[in-house]
């Protein structure tokens, strides 16, 4: 079972969408009993870390997150992976989940280009990693305006924009998509199934 964590702050339900579609069995809950019953957990997330991570404690999930995320595999979406970082500098700075080692920061892309980063970009392989195949030339898709800062050991695949940007990260058994999967296609599918397969 996959649960997807409910603190009032994610994308749940084109999430849950994308697992239906997949034909994996999943739940949305902010039940601890159910999270720690869980065979890998997804924490999705939208709008400011602040917020998000108010929410999370407000919900006693932070506690029950750490410790079930050293025995099973949990994926960040979005802003659910810039949780998984040490701190984030958005509106000021906010300790977060410190699954991977690392920082939040506004993006700096050089030439002028817009923030926030909208739409697709390749993802440039950069290690293995048992969420990627093997394929070049996969696009996925982009939603922020803050990006992870992170040694190059944890960035399993990156995307340029003006500056290079970790599109997925990983520690252990902890992963983080700066992308929406559920929104990137076969290739963001491919993901998640690979997921479910931890």
Not at 73 to 89: H, N, R, V
Not at 96 to 102: A, H, M, R, S, Y
Not at 125 to 138: D, V, Y
Not at 155 to 170: D, S, T
Request: hydrophobic content about 40%; charged content about 20%; proline content about 5%.
């Amino acid at each position: 079972m996959t649960v997807i964590i409910d603190y009032g702050a994610g994308n749940l339900f084109s999430v849950q969408n994308a697992l239906y579609h997949l034909g994996i069995e999943n739940k949305i809950s902010s039940k601890r009993d159910d999270i720690e019953a869980a065979d890998r957990l997804i924490l999705p997330g939208v709008g400011a870390f602040p917020d998000a991570m108010r929410k999370l404690k407000e919900a006693g999930l932070v506690d029950v997150i750490k410790r079930q995320a050293q025995l099973k595999p949990l994926m960040g979406i979005c802003l659910g992976m810039q949780m998984l970082l040490d701190k984030s500098y958005e509106f000021g700075e906010t300790d977060g989940l410190g699954l991977i080692p690392g920082t939040v920061e506004l993006m700096t892309p050089a030439g002028g280009l817009p923030i926030p980063h909208i739409g697709w970009n390749e993802l440039i392989k950069n290690g293995k990693c048992p969420l990627l195949s093997e394929s070049a030339g996969e696009y996925v898709y982009f939603v922020h305006s803050y990006a992870a800062h992170t040694e190059d050991k944890y960035i399993a695949a990156y995307c340029g924009y003006g500056m290079k940007v970790p599109a997925l990260v990983q520690n252990g058994n902890v992963y983080g998509c700066q992308f929406h999967p559920e929104k990137s296609g076969e290739t963001g599918l491919e993901i998640l199934r690979r997921f479910a397969s931890l």
